[in-house]
């Protein structure tokens, strides 16, 4: 951490002090594609965060760069610029450099935490204070205009708001926020499957426009409104009506401490997105079951799908029975 910070500020070179401002990355524990149909989710903040270093530069310019590949990170600095502005920032000149341990396209909102890590680091150099929900809407605009990716709001606000084991349940009708803490014996682990996706290559647009088409035909706004007879014969909208169910089902049993119960949500959660959703892959599959196979309660893909992590639940044991496994990122 002390390294990476001293490699930011020295990216910046001389010039006076360094400020610094951190968001986590998150693994989403239940919830998929939940959040731009209106419903719920519940988003767990990692350890690994995108660390931005930052000072004001007295000429005006706006000077960022990253110290990660692929350093392209112009269009997110324009695209927050014009959406912070909406929010009534002033121009402030600025020198920041960006570092980040979340890995890309592994459903680990990498995007997230760079949106919301830098979107802090220009708010505070122009003295503007925004509420959370405020600062994490406009960051996803801000995601939206710089991929064309139509993302939702849940990774912004988990990095906004996130804190490690402390789950956040969010409405995303109207974006309120409840932290469930995570029963002290239970464990998350995440691992990678080492397939890599992209969001912008349209299948990420193409399950929103099915949800969007179904909510149309039945007349509502959203499917958040739907119920299981409503969507019985719509795979893609029953995922997202049973998996609002499966968010608050799971909710209530870690509020009770019900670790096991916790832990069948996830499995089940994954059947609907492999079945239902159609958003998993072999290599997710096969790794839900390896964490299944060394003694997880559950376990399901988390994040968009088509690559990226898994998330898996588990009691005191199950952190030991997977550290051999190379696929594991991070345990809490
Ligand atoms: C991506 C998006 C989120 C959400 C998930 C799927 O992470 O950025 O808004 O839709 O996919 O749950």
Same mark, same amino acid.
């Given at each position: ?54 000072? !004001? ?149 193409? !399950? ?12 509502? @706004? ?44 996830? @499995? ?5 997105? !492999? ?24 376990? !399901? ?32």
């Amino acid at each position: 951490m002390h390294r990476r910070a001293d490699a930011v500020a020295a990216a910046l070179g001389e010039g006076g002090d360094v400020a610094f401002v951190r968001a986590p990355g998150r693994v989403n524990l239940i919830g998929e594609h939940t959040d731009y149909n209106g419903g719920w989710v519940l988003p767990l903040a990692l350890d690994l965060d995108c660390l931005v270093g930052f000072r !004001r530069r007295a000429d005006g310019q706006v000077r960022v760069v990253s110290l990660d590949a692929p350093a392209e990170i112009a269009p997110w600095t324009d695209a927050l610029l014009v959406e912070l502005a909406a929010e009534g920032r002033e121009p402030a000149g600025i020198d920041a450099a960006v570092a980040s341990t979340v890995p890309m396209g592994a459903g680990l909102a990498s995007s997230g935490a760079l949106s919301v890590a830098l979107g802090l680091a220009l708010c505070r150099v122009s003295g503007l204070e925004l509420a959370a929900v405020v600062l994490a809407e406009a960051c996803r605009r801000a995601e939206e205009r710089a991929t064309g990716v139509p993302c939702g709001v849940m990774d912004q606000i988990a990095g906004v708001l996130g804190r490690p084991r402390e789950p956040l349940l969010v409405d995303c009708r109207d974006i309120s926020v409840e932290r469930v803490a995570l029963p002290g014996d239970a464990v998350v682990v995440v691992a990678d499957s080492g397939i890599r996706r992209s969001l912008a290559d349209g299948r990420y647009a193409e !399950r929103r426009a099915a949800c969007e088409s179904a909510a149309a035909r039945l007349r509502i @706004t959203s499917l958040r409104e739907a119920t299981v007879a409503d969507v019985a014969d719509d795979p893609v909208a029953r995922h997202v009506v049973t998996e609002n169910e499966r968010v608050l089902r799971m909710a209530a049993a870690l509020r009770s401490g019900d670790v096991e119960a916790a832990g069948a949500l996830l @499995t089940e959660g994954h059947r609907s997105l !492999r079945e239902d959703f159609a958003v998993s892959t072999p290599e997710l599959d096969a790794l839900v079951e390896r964490m299944l196979a060394l003694g997880a309660y559950g376990a !399901r893909l988390t994040g968009a799908g088509f690559g990226g992590c898994v998330v898996a639940l588990g009691g005191p044991g199950l952190a030991e029975r997977v550290s051999g496994d190379p696929a594991v990122v991070c345990v809490q």
